[in-house]
C-alpha cells in the first residue's frame, strides 16, 4: 500500500475548561492520548468520554464537536494524507476504532515526538485559527522541505501509534471474493484514468452484468458509486490544501467537463466546489 502521510502539529496540551470546539470538519486526521483530566467528544451522533491513558482518533472529514468542564490535558498529533491520483489512502481504507487503550509506552513516544518536533506545536488551540487552507498550506510545505531523515524519525513514531488503530480497525471495503479486490486494486492504481466497467470486467474475467451484480453485493456500491466516492474524497483534500484551480483538480481527477464534476462534487458534500474551498478560506 502506497502512502503519503505528513505531520503537520504535535504537542502536549493543558486545558482548563477551555477545550470546547463545535462543529469542526478537518482535511487531516487527528490522534490523542489523554495524560489527565475528562473530555468529551461528539463525533457521527455519538458522544465519546475521553480518559486518561487511552488513545483516540478522529479520522479526516469527521465532523465533529469538542467539550470539557474541567481540567484537561492531552497529548496530540495531526496527520495529514496528502492527495494522490493514485494510490488507496490509508486513512480511508478502514473504520477506525475511536478509543483504544493506550500504555506506557504510547506515552513514551508521543514524549519523544513532541521533543523531537518543539517547533510544531500549536500556537493556540481554537480550530479557526490554525484549521485553514493557509495554516494548512504552510504547514504541508514546511514539512515537505524537512531533510528525509527527520521526516523519517518522527514519521517512524507515527506509523506506529497509527498501526494500533489500524490492527482493531475493520475494512471498509472487505471483499472476499478475490477478483472484486483484485477490480479495486486496479481502481485505486489509476485513479485518474479510471478503467471502464467493461474493462474492469474483463481484467478480472467477468461479464459486465456479472461483474456489477458482484461488485455492489461484496462492496454495497456499483463500480461506478465506488470510483466517484474515491474521487470526491481526493477533491476535497486537494480543494482544501492545493493552490490549484477548481478545473485543475477536476482535470486532475479525470474530470475534462467542470460542470459535471461541479454536480458530482455537490451530490456528495452537498456544497459546491468553491463553497467548499471558501469554508476553509473563511476560517
Known amino acids: 500500500m502506497k502512502s503519503n502521510l505528513l505531520m503537520l502539529n504535535v504537542g502536549h496540551a493543558v486545558h ?22 475528562t473530555a468529551a467528544v461528539k463525533a457521527d451522533g455519538e458522544e465519546h468520554l475521553l480518559r486518561p491513558g487511552h488513545m483516540y482518533i478522529i479520522p ?41 487503550p493506550g500504555c506506557d509506552l504510547d506515552r513514551i513516544l508521543f514524549e519523544a515526538l513532541c521533543e523531537h518536533n518543539k517547533a510544531m506545536a500549536l500556537k493556540a488551540p481554537d480550530p479557526r485559527i490554525y484549521d485553514n487552507k493557509t495554516s494548512l498550506i504552510d504547514c504541508v510545505r514546511l514539512n515537505r522541505a524537512r531533510p528525509v531523515w527527520d521526516r523519517l ?17 475493520t ?11 483484485d477490480a479495486i486494486a486496479l481502481i485505486d492504481a489509476s485513479a485518474a484514468d479510471t478503467p471502464m466497467v467493461n474493462d474492469l470486467a474483463r481484467h478480472v474475467g467477468m461479464t459486465p ?21 474515491r474521487k470526491m ?46 469554508s476553509f478560506n473563511a476560517r
Open 16 to 37: 482548563e475548561a477551555d477545550w470546547n470546539f463545535k462543529d469542526i470538519v478537518s482535511p487531516f486526521t487527528r490522534i490523542y492520548y489523554v495524560t489527565e483530566g
Open 60 to 100: 479526516a472529514f469527521t465532523r465533529h464537536s469538542d467539550s470539557c468542564e474541567g481540567r484537561f490535558c492531552h497529548y496530540y498529533v495531526h496527520v495529514y494524507e496528502e492527495a494522490s491520483t493514485a494510490g488507496e489512502s490509508l486513512i480511508d481504507r478502514y473504520d477506525f476504532p475511536f478509543e483504544i
Open 153 to 169: 524519525e518522527s514519521m517512524g513514531i507515527i506509523y506506529q501509534l497509527l498501526g494500533h488503530f489500524v490492527r482493531e480497525a
Open 171 to 181: 475494512e471498509k471495503y472487505d471483499a472476499t471474493d478475490i477478483r472484486i479486490r
Open 209 to 229: 452484468d456479472h461483474f456489477i451484480r458482484l461488485f455492489k453485493k461484496e462492496v454495497g456500491r456499483t463500480p461506478a458509486q465506488f470510483v466517484i466516492d
Open 233 to 278: 474524497t481526493q477533491a476535497m483534500l486537494m480543494l482544501a490544501s492545493e493552490p490549484m484551480m477548481i478545473k485543475e483538480v477536476a482535470y486532475t481527477l479525470g474530470y475534462d467537463n467542470l460542470s459535471y464534476f461541479t454536480r458530482l462534487f455537490r451530490r456528495h458534500t452537498g456544497i459546491a466546489p468553491h463553497a467548499y474551498r471558501e
